[in-house]
């Protein structure tokens, strides 16, 4: 590793997973060398470092490696556990997990690999076109997702409860790779855009904004504070 | 809920997720009400607990009510430390969390779905026949998972170290759930049979060998600890 004494992080700039790392990195002001790395190379040396192929993994300068986006973000909890993102007792915690995992599985099936993963991730691996069935549904389930999200909003001044936990990060970080498309009907749920528009002027969300996938341009109002 | 003072968890039985918190709650000497949930019927009262409509769902007598299998997993680690599923030092937990991660997102992709999803819960679900093409696929990346497994429990006591964990815990319920249909291959891996025999063995694990979903009768050696 050239970055001797620096935390590595291999990601895609748009996997919601990796932008879930960054953005707890940057919430906890921990600083990482980011490394892109094309998983549809299958290069031999990353597969030694994570058998699963899939980013992100952190590698920390004594070579601890950790893969995964929760089990890093379990870990960087508690290597760094302030500020929280998993805060409060153990229910409150668990209400934390449990809208993590919403995302991180039920919309990242029902929206991200729809959209994201058909229009981008299938062209970088080269396993043919776009399915047009698979993107109608992801156009369908987002306005489930956003309704959902905005109902949280309502009840609660962040979706897991009264702070910004890592639940707002999970969410986030998906819709802002669908949002990159242009793929988020914002005018469907008031409350979710202005959730998101409080989550997109962290600081820690700027260098997500900042983000351009070569060949593909983010839509107009994607790094737009006042979209 | 009728049985008031008392903890409840939402299951199926040839639920992975589920079995898995089942495990949890044995190893740790903690009682719970099981109660079956169609989740197939899609029961308001059901989806009023859980919105995502998946078990497991675990409910206090309090009435704090957890949702997914790795938050309860979590969650239960925090109000019941002893034994520890998820011990070590930060680095060690990630290993484990990895190892969990793995099972509850690749094999679960990769090979649950696959056939006890297709043989299991598309029958219950009425959404058609099995995919032979599927089961077939299933067929072929458990070789795969057996063989990392293996690799895994020829370096370590316990597929993530020294020390019987949550990956054990995850890695064998998943492989429960396949090895009740007898599409478990034993004789690919010696090493990974002799690991899931040590897990087989445990007294945590007698419940799900007990377990016959009505309809389905398991693999002759389901249930045999000398298999």
Request: aromatic share 8%; with cysteine.
């Given at each position: 590793?050239?970055?001797?004494?620096?935390?590595?992080?291999?990601?895609?700039?748009?996997?919601?997973?990796?932008?879930?790392?960054?953005?707890?990195?940057?919430?906890?002001?921990?600083?990482?060398?980011?490394?892109?790395?094309?998983?549809?190379?299958?290069?031999?040396?990353?597969?030694?470092?994570?058998?699963?192929?899939?980013?992100?993994?952190?590698?920390?300068?004594?070579?601890?490696?950790i893969?995964?986006?929760?089990?890093?973000?379990?870990?960087?909890?508690e290597?760094?556990?302030?500020?929280?993102?998993?805060?409060?007792?153990p229910?409150?915690?668990?209400?934390?997990?449990?809208?993590?995992?919403?995302?991180?599985?039920?919309?990242?099936?029902?929206?991200?690999?729809?959209?994201?993963?058909?229009?981008?991730?299938?062209?970088?691996?080269?396993?043919?076109?776009?399915?047009?069935e698979?993107?109608?549904?992801?156009?369908?389930?987002?306005?489930?997702?956003?309704?959902?999200?905005?109902?949280?909003?309502?009840?609660?001044?962040?979706?897991?409860?009264?702070?910004?936990?890592?639940?707002?990060?999970?969410?986030?970080?998906?819709?802002?790779?669908?949002?990159?498309?242009?793929?988020?009907?914002?005018?469907?749920?008031?409350?979710?855009?202005?959730?998101?528009?409080?989550?997109?002027?962290?600081?820690?969300?700027?260098?997500l904004?900042?983000?351009?996938?070569?060949?593909?341009?983010?839509?107009?109002?994607?790094?737009?504070?006042d979209?």
């Amino acid at each position: 590793m050239s970055n001797v004494g620096m935390r590595t992080l291999f990601h895609l700039a748009l996997s919601p997973q990796s932008r879930l790392v960054r953005l707890v990195l940057g919430e906890k002001r921990m600083e990482a060398h980011l490394r892109a790395e094309p998983i549809w190379d299958r290069r031999e040396e990353f597969l030694a470092i994570n058998p699963a192929g899939e980013v992100p993994v952190l590698v920390e300068d004594d070579g601890t490696t950790i893969a995964g986006a929760t089990p890093i973000a379990e870990y960087l909890e508690e290597v760094c556990p302030e500020p929280p993102l998993l805060h409060g007792d153990p229910a409150e915690r668990a209400e934390i997990r449990r809208l993590v995992a919403w995302f991180d599985r039920k919309f990242d099936r029902e929206v991200t690999e729809l959209l994201v993963g058909e229009k981008v991730l299938k062209r970088f691996l080269g396993i043919g076109e776009p399915s047009s069935e698979a993107i109608r549904a992801g156009h369908a389930n987002i306005l489930i997702h956003l309704d959902y999200i905005g109902w949280l909003a309502e009840r609660r001044a962040w979706l897991a409860g009264d702070r910004f936990s890592l639940a707002d990060v999970a969410a986030a970080t998906h819709l802002s790779c669908v949002d990159y498309l242009g793929d988020v009907p914002w005018e469907r749920n008031a409350e979710a855009k202005d959730w998101y528009a409080r989550v997109k002027s962290r600081p820690s969300f700027r260098p997500l904004l900042a983000d351009h996938v070569s060949g593909l341009r983010p839509a107009k109002h994607y790094a737009d504070l006042d979209f």
